[in-house]
């Protein structure tokens, strides 16, 4: 697929936003099955909660699990993009936002093939990036109330139904996360207004009504070749 028409060009390199990348008919399916989704299955985290299918992402490796079909499915749409190169996505990350949750500064690391795609369900929100200053910048991992203020360069608006591709500098050299509120003021760092489905300015009000369901796409390349199946 030729992404040249998606491509945030506001921004360092490199960054594609695709809206409506899924149905509104394939949105509620995604949230019913999400909201179905047994109550061990979740992990409970401070500010969220996320399920991992595929298998847990480990250094030692990912034991590889089988993905539910119906998740697969919208795993195949992003694999027929061919943003993988040689490789194919293997684990899906669904993380859980409720209004005035979000995600400390991070990066996905090592552990992953160095390109995030992410179809967002439910609620917007904004994407925050801020330069990494260094090996070992990462307060995700770090046990610190209060991380380090870092500037926003940029920002990126989520629709629901949309998918973002994030790769090259942006993998490696940029931190993203979630502000922690429950409506987000739109202002002139955010680089994609004009691939948006919807028509925006500056100074608008969006309520987060609702929950955000993520699901973050990628290829683990360190797996196991035993293969579990999940029931």
């Not at 401070?46 to 399920?51: G, I």
């Not at 409506?183 to 002139?188: K, M």
Request: charged share 25%.
């Amino acid at each position: 697929m030729d992404f040249t028409g998606f491509e945030v060009r506001k921004c360092p390199p490199t960054v594609t936003y695709i809206p409506n990348f899924i149905t509104s008919e394939e949105e509620q399916r995604i949230l019913s099955h999400i909201e179905r989704t047994p109550k061990p299955r979740w992990t409970q985290l401070l500010n969220r909660r996320l399920v991992n299918y595929g298998g847990v992402p480990h250094p030692n490796g990912m034991i590889a699990e089988e993905i539910p079909e119906w998740l697969q499915s919208y795993v195949d749409k992003v694999n027929n993009l061919g943003i993988f190169e040689s490789q194919k996505a293997n684990h899906v990350l669904v993380n859980e936002y409720l209004p005035g949750q979000g995600i400390l500064p991070h990066t996905d690391g090592p552990l992953f093939y160095p390109i995030i795609s992410t179809i967002s369900c439910g609620s917007h929100t904004v994407l925050e990036f801020a330069k990494r200053e260094g090996a070992g910048d990462d307060p995700e991992t770090k046990d610190s109330d209060t991380p380090p203020a870092r500037e926003v360069i940029f920002k990126l608006l989520l629709e629901p139904r949309s998918l973002l591709i994030l790769k090259d500098s942006l993998y490696s050299e940029y931190l993203h996360s979630i502000a922690e509120t429950n409506e987000d003021v739109l202002c002139d760092r955010i680089a994609n207004y004009d691939l948006c489905e919807n028509t925006y300015k500056i100074g608008d009000h969006l309520p987060r009504r609702s929950p955000r369901i993520s699901l973050t796409i990628r290829n683990v390349p360190k797996t196991s070749k035993m293969k579990l199946k999940f029931c």
